[in-house]
């Protein structure tokens, strides 16, 4: 696609020229070379036709590289200059005629449709006035043959009549060249405005992601010091608690003992959340490495860590095999172990708790696979089902159900930044199910 480069083909007003834009200048370079080369063939083709039919071999051939010549130097100057553009169109209408008079005989008539195909080869410009100035030479190389040879013009009778006739013919093909010119004109001009338009959309665009990138990173950072800072305290917080819990075991009153219980538990509770969210934050700049992944795989290595830090689920979980999908593994791990551990979480109290980690079509394109985790936990209700992937967002109390409330969140930016989608459906009391969508196997 030809199209103009911003801030250039741009005169002082702030308006397109196209002259100037550089692949008009580009296009119109090529042709010219074309024509050039185009020229320098003709010349034999002149000569050979002057030896067969006997005229004088030395002037065509003479004139036929005069005008390729004058034309090659007119290009080697300014290939794509409007004086160039011109001289290599009245060069190009010059060899026809030195065709034309070459070619006496029942054929001389049909050597005129070579002019109407230069006229043709000359839209290339995108220049009207070369047109103009061929279909002139035209119209005058007619008008001056009939009255000095008009043998040479038309082979049997010819006569002003027949002149006119052919100018008004040249006329015609010159009115619909010129106006195909002006659209070809106008499709360039509306492409460099949408060149533009894109460019600095895309450059708007690139400063946005630059500062959100800058943004993200300084949060990154805020969010380690401040994290780094808490901590130091948290632990202090902690430990004198427990000390003091433990060297006054005996004689410090119920409620003091219980309140001092519960500064501990709080402060690392409180610790927890803060790794909760590092975690958080760490996601947005991570680097995916995608691969292709059997998400059954993932989600036994998942489960194979959650029963290593944890005690063994009481839940019946089964797994089934699932489309491949293409996905970071270590991202994709997180997935399914916040996943599992959520479902866990939620079926502690339930007898006859069930896990099922599979996969179904989706309904409108049953060709993506929509992988999920279902338990038949204690579920939630939908009307808050927006709240579900909040950052610490919680639909139970903490007492019922511990936890940071970040476990959801971080499934949802991972699934996002694989461009899928997550969405949970629920009935309280009967459980919930979590669907997620990926890429395709690669």
């Known amino acids: 696609m030809l199209l103009a480069v911003e801030g250039q083909g741009v005169d002082r007003g702030g308006k397109l020229r196209l002259e100037a834009m550089p692949d008009v200048v580009r296009l119109r370079t090529r042709v010219s070379y074309f024509f050039v080369g185009l020229l320098w063939a003709h010349v034999p083709l002149v000569a050979a036709m002057a030896v067969h039919n006997g005229t004088n071999v030395a002037i065509q051939f003479s004139l036929a590289m005069a005008f390729a010549a004058i034309a090659s130097l007119a290009v080697f100057v300014d290939a794509s200059g409007p004086t160039t553009r011109l001289l290599v169109s009245l060069a190009l209408t010059a060899m026809p005629v030195l065709i034309v ?152 009153p119920a409620d003091a003992a219980h309140s001092l219980d519960r500064i501990s538990a709080n402060a690392r509770q409180l610790g927890r959340l803060i790794d909760a969210l590092l975690n ?3 996601l947005g700049t991570q680097k995916l490495v995608r691969e292709k992944l059997a998400p059954k795989a993932v989600a036994e290595q998942a489960l194979r860590r959650i029963r290593t830090s944890n005690a063994e689920p009481r839940a019946d979980i089964t797994m089934s095999d699932m489309p491949p999908c293409s996905a970071d593994p270590d991202l994709l791990c997180v997935v399914y172990q916040n996943l599992l551990d959520n479902a866990m979480k939620f079926t502690r109290d339930r007898e006859n708790a069930k896990i099922e980690v599979g996969w179904e079509p989706a309904a409108d394109a049953p060709t993506i696979p929509v992988y999920y985790v279902r338990d038949n936990g204690a579920g939630f209700d939908m009307r808050y089902k927006d709240k579900l992937f909040g950052v610490f967002s919680r639909l139970h109390r903490a007492d019922q159900f511990p936890g940071t409330g970040a476990g959801l969140a971080t499934v949802k930016r991972i699934v996002t930044k694989h461009g899928g989608k997550i969405w949970g459906e629920a009935t309280p009391g009967e459980g919930a199910t979590f669907f997620f969508t990926l890429e395709p196997g690669l």
């Open 280 to 282: 958080f934050s760490r």
């Open 101 to 252: 008079y070459n070619g006496v005989g029942p054929w001389q008539i049909d050597y005129h449709m070579y002019f109407f195909a230069i006229f043709a080869m000359l839209v290339a410009y995108c220049d009207w006035r070369p047109i103009v100035a061929a279909a002139t030479v035209t119209a005058v190389h007619h008008y001056v043959f009939d009255i000095l040879d008009p043998v040479r013009v038309f082979p049997t009778e010819g006569g002003i009549a027949r002149v006119l006739l052919h100018a008004g013919i040249v006329a015609v093909e010159c009115g619909v060249l010129i106006w195909i010119t002006f659209q070809l004109r106008r499709l360039f001009h509306d492409f460099a405005i949408a060149r533009q338009v894109a460019e600095r959309a895309e450059a708007r665009a690139t400063e946005h992601v630059k500062e959100l990138e800058a943004t993200n990173s300084e949060l990154e950072s805020f969010a380690y010091t401040v994290a780094h800072d808490l901590r130091a305290p948290l632990r202090a917080i902690d430990g004198f608690s427990t000390a003091l819990n433990e060297d006054l075991a005996g004689t410090l």
